[in-house]
């Protein structure tokens, strides 16, 4: 065989939403117990109306040709006139600090390849989004987890995170609101994390992909004009969620123009440019998008408040209620000596109940073996109170022992 695999790819683990799914294949639904989806982060309605009107015109603008790597200008600036409304009017940004990426994934591997180097290293929390860590991976960067404690709301400590950089370590990479802990960092802890990179000289990088659910104030205050945030932030976005297009592939990445002309030079090689349609449609319409976004956000922490409230006695939310958002909650499951995958795999096969086991977010790591991830976004209220019947009855139909 000649296809020989990469050192990169065979390090890297298989994407992991479709072995969940498979095992799922295996529940023999019934109409009284139908198989009940809370694994992956998707929207659970198509975009407004507006929207998808406005998709459909944009195709008729002749946009079928390149636009420049770093996307539309209009996006870009239609993004900073948003980002100012949730991070405060004066933030020091411009559309030159913007770049549009084909979804945020592929902002993330633009910022990886940017910045590091085969043998370098990035601090990611553990447990970690594994498309982070399989991005990385692949790259020959090493991922050096920073462990989040669950009796800390799963938030990283940013001492130890200082006593992980090394002379080869490029960058800090956070999720928050977080995938899968559902963890909000607080203002005040990724400015911490922001001093630990500029004093190091390496890069913060914070997806942000969910900030828009955040209900309680601005996600932080880095790119306050008294900053330098320009130094070593990299903030990545999605388009995906809050505007419910996954599939038209829209992301983008805000840094210096110093350091977004080497991300062109990337994208120029991954993307050449991302899809024109969804980006010239969304561009004039963000301002009227913004009570569809606020509402989604509040019926995000209702359900979040929900599936708290029912799940049963013995399965705990691992972030405490202040600081829990976005679209996933992170549950302690109550099997004694039995590891998330275990567990996730009886869920899906026999209960009907399809989550993500807190194995996919780590490398084998033995805390992080009691938690699965539940998504809240793409469920109604009967769904959720359906789950968490399901969860009880497995207490004692999976004939296992119980922690007391
Ligand atoms: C933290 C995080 N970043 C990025 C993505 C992917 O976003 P996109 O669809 O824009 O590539 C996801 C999707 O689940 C996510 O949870």
Same mark, same amino acid.
């Given at each position: 065989?000649?296809?020989?695999?990469?050192? !990169?790819?065979?390090?890297?683990?298989?994407?992991?939403?479709?072995?969940?799914?498979?095992?799922?294949?295996?529940?023999?639904?019934?109409?009284?117990?139908?198989?009940?989806?809370?694994?992956?982060?998707?929207?659970?309605?198509?975009?407004?109306?507006?929207?998808?009107?406005?998709?459909?015109?944009?195709?008729?603008?002749?946009?079928?040709?390149?636009?420049?790597?770093?996307?539309?200008?209009?996006?870009?600036?239609?993004?900073?006139?948003?980002?100012?409304?949730?991070?405060?009017?004066?933030?020091?940004?411009?559309?030159?600090?913007?770049?549009?990426?084909? !979804?945020?994934?592929?902002?993330?591997?633009?910022?990886?390849?940017?910045?590091?180097?085969?043998?370098?290293?990035?601090?990611?929390?553990?447990?970690?989004?594994?498309?982070?860590?399989?991005?990385?991976?692949? /790259?020959?960067?090493?991922?050096?987890?920073?462990?989040?404690?669950?009796?800390?709301?799963?938030?990283?400590?940013?001492?130890?995170?200082?006593? /992980?950089?090394?002379?080869?370590?490029?960058? *800090?990479?956070?999720?928050?609101?977080?995938?899968?802990?559902?963890?909000?960092?607080?203002?005040?802890?990724?400015?911490?994390?922001?001093?630990?990179?500029?004093?190091?000289?390496?890069?913060?990088?914070?997806?942000?992909?969910?900030?828009?659910?955040?209900?309680?104030?601005?996600?932080?205050?880095?790119?306050?004009?008294?900053?330098?945030?320009?130094?070593?932030?990299?903030?990545?976005?999605?388009?995906?969620?809050?505007?419910?297009?996954?599939?038209?592939?829209?992301?983008?990445?805000?840094?210096?123009?110093?350091? *977004?002309?080497?991300?062109?030079?990337?994208?120029?090689?991954?993307? *050449?440019?991302?899809?024109?349609?969804?980006?010239?449609?969304?561009?004039?319409?963000?301002?009227?998008?913004?009570?569809?976004?606020?509402?989604?956000?509040?019926?995000?922490?209702?359900?979040?408040?929900?599936?708290?409230?029912?799940?049963?006695?013995?399965?705990?939310?691992?972030?405490?209620?202040?600081?829990?958002? !976005?679209?996933?909650?992170?549950?302690?499951?109550?099997?004694?000596?039995?590891?998330?995958?275990?567990?996730?795999?009886?869920?899906?096969?026999?209960? !009907?109940?399809?989550?993500?086991?807190?194995?996919?977010?780590?490398?084998?790591?033995?805390?992080?073996?009691?938690?699965?991830?539940?998504?809240?976004?793409?469920?109604?209220?009967?769904?959720?109170?359906?789950?968490?019947?399901?969860?009880?009855?497995?207490?004692?139909?999976?004939?296992?022992?119980?922690?007391?």
């Amino acid at each position: 065989m000649s296809l020989r695999p990469s050192k !990169g790819i065979s390090a890297t683990i298989p994407p992991p939403i479709p072995t969940a799914y498979k095992w799922a294949t295996e529940y023999k639904p019934t109409d009284e117990r139908p198989l009940l989806d809370m694994s992956q982060g998707v929207p659970r309605n198509p975009p407004e109306e507006l929207l998808q009107d406005a998709i459909t015109e944009a195709t008729k603008q002749g946009a079928w040709g390149y636009c420049p790597a770093e996307g539309e200008l209009v996006l870009r600036e239609a993004l900073v006139e948003e980002i100012k409304l949730a991070y405060a009017p004066e933030v020091d940004l411009t559309a030159e600090d913007v770049a549009i990426t084909v !979804g945020c994934n592929m902002a993330f591997v633009a910022a990886a390849m940017a910045l590091a180097d085969n043998g370098d290293e990035i601090i990611l929390p553990l447990p970690w989004y594994f498309n982070h860590q399989m991005t990385l991976t692949m /790259l020959g960067i090493k991922p050096v987890p920073l462990k989040a404690r669950a009796e800390d709301g799963f938030l990283p400590s940013p001492e130890k995170c200082k006593a /992980l950089i090394t002379p080869r370590t490029k960058a *800090i990479a956070l999720v928050s609101p977080n995938n899968p802990t559902g963890a909000i960092y607080p203002p005040s802890l990724l400015a911490e994390f922001s001093a630990i990179a500029r004093d190091a000289k390496i890069a913060l990088i914070i997806d942000e992909t969910y900030h828009d659910f955040i209900t309680t104030g601005a996600p932080h205050h880095l790119f306050s004009a008294s900053s330098d945030w320009r130094s070593h932030l990299v903030h990545l976005y999605s388009f995906s969620k809050s505007y419910r297009i996954p599939g038209h592939r829209v992301g983008a990445l805000i840094a210096a123009p110093s350091f *977004i002309t080497h991300v062109n030079t990337v994208l120029d090689c991954l993307q *050449i440019c991302a899809p024109r349609v969804p980006q010239l449609a969304l561009a004039p319409l963000l301002p009227a998008l913004r009570p569809s976004i606020r509402d989604m956000a509040v019926q995000l922490q209702h359900r979040h408040v929900f599936f708290r409230e029912f799940l049963p006695e013995r399965w705990t939310v691992g972030t405490p209620e202040e600081t829990a958002g !976005g679209y996933y909650a992170f549950v302690r499951h109550p099997f004694k000596g039995k590891t998330s995958e275990e567990v996730a795999k009886r869920l899906a096969t026999e209960s !009907g109940v399809i989550c993500l086991p807190g194995d996919f977010f780590c490398e084998k790591d033995v805390d992080i073996q009691k938690w699965l991830r539940f998504s809240v976004a793409n469920v109604d209220e009967e769904k959720v109170l359906a789950v968490c019947k399901r969860l009880e009855e497995a207490e004692t139909a999976f004939g296992w022992e119980l922690d007391v």
